[in-house]
């Protein structure tokens, strides 16, 4: 019976942890797993974890509320990458003594998560899925939607933070009016970054295109509402590359079984989205896997820094602690 300790590495959802970096060091050491699948529910989740002393988790793909810490007897270290991880609990953890560590810098690809909010809009503006399936299908143009030109059209930026920043420079290259709103959103960052500050009711009413750039909190949660949808433009483009619970998703498909908006998706209340959810059947959509964050350049910075956070901790010299007061405790 091995000795070693046991590493979960958690939501390699695209079967990517293997190649993105050097595990032979951890290897050599610990007993890693990796876990390419989703846990069906908490209890799952505590079930399949509850023999490991280190887990690595990726971002908030997998929710690590108290009480699912509390169900995993032999964790003392739990890692996480990027920043923040809204869905942890991190007083729970270090009301048990488990050390938490983050990644940070790296290499992340910053940008990444705009680029693909700009892939969206293009896609979504001149019905690139539907396009690329007729030509697999033997068909051709018929059934393609009518595209719309972006130059001359309203882009409204909910968020003019460094993504939404992005966004922004992104539709001024292709001579689109942009416009932006959020609830602390200053006229000097507006005059900085060039676009036009209006408020949440006319960026609704005057947008040909929206694309939300904002952290989910309680007070961005179900931000857009019907009524917001009600005032879009018939056609407009909603793109969502920040999280699923900032727009209503009942609202949402409403819209768009009445032919009334158009959705760009990367993220969604529940991740991964349930084989049977209406969204995957609903018309006017582009759908992405919530892959936002996940390039190369990502991957090349995250797994790294995982491996070197559960070394440090298995050498006594843990790094990267984002709860640094549980290291003094006896």
Avoid at 39 to 68: H, Q, Y
Avoid at 106 to 112: K, T
Avoid at 121 to 129: D, V
Wanted: hydrophobic content about 45%.
């Amino acid at each position: 019976m091995s000795n070693k300790s046991k590493v979960a590495v958690l939501d390699d959802w695209q079967g990517v942890a293997r190649n993105a970096a050097d595990w032979s060091g951890l290897e050599a050491r610990a007993d890693v797993s990796i876990f390419q699948e989703a846990f069906a529910n908490e209890d799952d989740a505590a079930e399949k974890l509850a023999d490991f002393d280190i887990v690595l988790s990726m971002r908030e793909r997998t929710p690590l509320p108290g009480t699912l810490i509390n169900r995993l007897p032999k964790l003392r270290m739990l890692g996480m990458t990027g920043a923040r991880n809204a869905s942890l609990d991190t007083p729970a953890c270090t009301a048990r003594g488990i050390v938490v560590c983050n990644t940070s810098g790296g290499g992340y690809a910053d940008s990444a998560t705009a680029e693909l909010a700009l892939g969206l809009l293009i896609a979504a503006a001149r019905g690139i899925p539907r396009g690329d399936a007729n030509m697999r299908d033997g068909t051709f143009q018929m059934g393609v939607p009518v595209g719309v030109g972006l130059a001359g059209k309203t882009m409204g930026v909910m968020g003019l933070g460094r993504l939404g920043g992005y966004m922004a420079t992104y539709c001024k290259a292709l001579r689109m009016n942009v416009i932006a709103w959020s609830q602390n959103l200053t006229a000097e960052r507006c005059a900085e970054m060039g676009v036009t500050l209006v408020s949440k009711d006319e960026l609704m009413a005057q947008s040909d295109a929206i694309s939300i750039h904002l952290v989910l909190s309680p007070r961005s949660r179900g931000l857009i509402g019907s009524a917001d949808i009600a005032r879009m433009k018939q056609g407009a483009i909603l793109i969502n590359t920040s999280r699923g619970p900032i727009i209503d998703e009942a609202a949402m498909l409403a819209a768009l079984h009445a032919n009334k908006i158009v959705a760009a998706l990367d993220v969604y209340d529940r991740e991964p989205l349930p084989v049977s959810h209406a969204l995957r059947a609903a018309p006017n959509t582009v759908l992405m896997p919530h892959m936002g964050y996940g390039v190369k350049e990502t991957w090349d910075g995250f797994y790294p820094q995982m491996i070197e956070n559960a070394l440090g901790f298995l050498d006594g010299k843990p790094v990267r602690v984002t709860n640094p007061e549980v290291l003094t405790k006896a």
